[in-house]
């Protein structure tokens, strides 16, 4: 590897590296400043890193770049050869890394698939870390577009509408991050994974293994070693194919949830608060209420039945109401389409009032033209 | 056969009936008047039209059921067979029956998949006639869940959107029928069809097998075959989580096909049309115009780019310009996403003329302030 990347015969960048910095202009990513890649060490984010490093070289970009591992815990001695090798990347490379070490095992419950869940939350609070650290306004991963499919796949898989099928920007917030910080995934939109592995070979770097890539009590390694593969033998581009339906998702669901938002502000909005909390239409509710329903409402305005019932089309009202839901339980876990079409029900209902209870204790109850969110009784 | 259908013991209808009622309630069909059923002879539409029997016998419906069957000319002795099992039954469950002929495989292409369309599209023909004949204003087809799932797998192949991936509606206007003609299908949000073939057994019914069914030169033949069966191997309910995934994707899809018509209305509205025909924006143009051009103007308003321009979510841009191309070119046939990039890439332009051709010899003219659709040149 060493000799491979030093010695480099300089004739600008490489096809793959072009490619990673037409994306760059596309998302108009910043051509300077900190920016932390995050590396595991397999082909995907080894080629990402060596293709930004190809940039910087060149003086195609000006950004100055970080790399950021985290060893999960979940692989022993694999885990800790992964994090010396990635560091000696970054040494060859003359780039800084932070190396973390996180005991997801730990963390995670007895299911499989949940453990990815748990790693996954782990890598993001240390890359926001990291960011935070480098005063870096960019963080990327290397996500590919087999990611991209396999993801689409897992939420079919799953039931999942456009939000879960439309699987991952290529530019967002990141989580946990500070404001303004970004998450960029500059080869979700094309690079295949064998791409970056053919690169990494062009580069004569071996990039590294990891055995949970061919555990297939993975349901992600099953979709990626017999699903994609069947796909294939109907359309060879079947992942592209699936890439640029997850993206037309992506898209028609942020023109919903834009929707989404505008209705919940109408319907919701501060005259509407302070109507419900001294007006008529509160009076019936005051009456009956509980210290649940109380700290419900502090967090959650009320909703005008008028408004939400009004919105024509489901797909916005739905998501209206989940928006407002998700507000009121601090998350959407283990609410299902059934109790949704509950909550929508009480938009039906006379003037009486009725109540959808939800997973966890909480519930939505109608008064007369309103919708409160209750919290859980305690 | 007509022993079973003959002497079945009166004890209410069976429960696959029973929900056959439930979903005609639910989509709010006529209880009454003359319906067309298109029965092919399969386990689904035999099905379908014995519970439609058997709901009629106990009451439960008061329609007029009418029997249509397509022989598409296709499968030679096996297509007259079937249209001879179809009457027979039709005449065992004391129905009407209209048996029609056509030669889809001399309409269509060499390709297989080709075939399918043609022979959809020669159904759907006889179907509206059999409708108009019977005076029937609504037509059922027995759809599955099945077919919704392998539907939206095949949509997906293509890299498809929201309009693709939604698959079958449960209730729309009859292609080609008259005005108000619905075609209903009752058991697309539910019926599986191992439960078409479990009931049509229970009643001592055996279906016709159609060999086109199980050739594996079809796609849809594949995905039925080994796709949804290694889906299942990661979801038991895998057909019923793509057909919830299909349903939201739907109701998506017909709100933002509302707001691309309300956005393409405000862009081309009448008095925008006759600006654009005597005002100053469309001088440069009329120097310029053609033969084909004049023909194209007059089927399809301007479009001002202000307005589309300024609609800022692209699920609902695109979609506006779609409509308007196809309402230019008479159909969508051959536009890609590349055609569709070219078009709003106009809108960015400064006020110089651009073209952005289409394939079939047509064109979007950027001129000024305004998009023409350019007919194509003779």
């Excluded at 939420?155 to 967002?172: D, N, T």
């Excluded at 037309?248 to 929707?259: G, H, V």
Aim: aromatic residues 4%.
């Amino acid at each position: 590897m060493a000799e491979a990347t030093r010695h480099r015969p300089r004739r600008g960048p490489s096809p793959f590296a072009r490619r990673v910095l037409e994306e760059w202009k596309r998302l108009a990513l910043p051509p300077g400043g900190p920016v932390v890649v995050a590396v595991s060490g397999g082909a995907d984010s080894t080629a990402l890193v060596l293709a930004l490093a190809e940039l910087v070289a060149s003086k195609r970009l000006a950004v100055s770049l970080k790399i950021a591992h985290l060893d999960h815990g979940l692989r022993g001695r694999a885990g800790a050869e992964d994090a010396r090798w990635v560091a000696r990347l970054a040494d060859e490379l003359g780039l800084e890394a932070v190396i973390g070490r996180a005991s997801v095992g730990r963390r995670a419950g007895a299911a499989r698939d949940n453990l990815e869940q748990a790693a996954r939350r782990a890598r993001y609070e240390f890359l926001a870390r990291a960011a935070r650290e480098a005063g870096a306004p960019l963080v990327l991963t290397a996500h590919t577009l087999d990611d991209q499919a396999e993801t689409f796949l897992l939420a079919l898989l799953r039931g999942s509408g456009a939000g879960g099928l439309g699987g991952m920007s290529e530019v967002r917030p990141l989580d946990g991050g500070e404001p303004g910080v970004l998450l960029a995934r500059p080869l979700v939109a094309w690079a295949r994974r064998a791409d970056a592995e053919k690169y990494c070979a062009s580069r004569g770097v071996r990039w590294r293994e990891d055995e949970m890539n061919e555990d297939e009590s993975f349901a992600r390694v099953r979709v990626r070693r017999r699903l994609l593969p069947l796909l294939e033998t109907f359309n060879p581009r079947a992942a592209e194919a699936i890439a640029r339906a997850a993206e037309l998702l992506r898209e028609d669901n942020n023109a919903l949830e834009r929707e989404a938002r505008l209705l919940l502000r109408y319907a919701a909005d501060e005259s509407a608060w302070e109507q419900a909390a001294s007006g008529k239409a509160a009076e019936g509710f005051s009456r009956n209420k509980t210290p649940g329903e109380r700290a419900g409402q502090s967090r959650v305005p009320p909703l005008r039945v008028e408004v939400i019932a009004g919105a024509k089309m489901s797909a916005v009202r739905r998501r209206a109401l989940r928006r407002w839901l998700a507000l009121g339980r601090g998350d959407l876990r283990r609410l299902e389409a059934v109790h949704l079409i509950a909550v929508e029900g009480l938009l039906d209902s006379g003037r009486g009032g009725r109540v959808a209870e939800l997973p966890g204790g909480c519930a939505v109850v109608r008064r007369r033209r309103w919708l409160f969110f209750r919290g859980p009784r305690r």
